[in-house]
């Protein structure tokens, strides 16, 4: 089980204009956190991130920073 505790900062940073438009990060993201707008990355979904940091090592541009939120927000995993 798991919850989402809304998170104040955006801790998922895209730069756009390192973006190629590739689509690596919206293959690897299994939350589909990502969509592809004018051949860009877009974030979208960011409510639904499992925080694994897949995007920011798949993305070869370099577009992508992940900063882990703070304890208490973003995803809670619960166990039982
Ligand atoms: S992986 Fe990086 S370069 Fe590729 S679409 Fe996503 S943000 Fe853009
Ligand atoms: S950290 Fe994981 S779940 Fe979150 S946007 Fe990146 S790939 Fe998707």
Redesign the pocket.
């Known amino acids: 089980m798991s919850r989402w505790n809304k998170v104040p900062e955006s801790f998922i940073i ?1 730069d756009q204009d ?9 293959i690897i993201c299994g939350a589909n956190v ?1 969509e ?1 707008k004018d051949k ?2 877009v974030i979208s979904n960011l409510n639904e991130c499992l925080e694994c940091g897949n ?1 920011e090592v ?4 370099d ?2 920073q992940v900063h882990i939120p703070k304890a208490g927000t973003g995803i809670i995993y619960e166990c039982g």
């Open positions: 895209l390192k973006c190629t438009g590739c689509g690596n990060c919206i990502f592809l860009k990355a995007c798949v993305c070869q541009a577009a992508i």
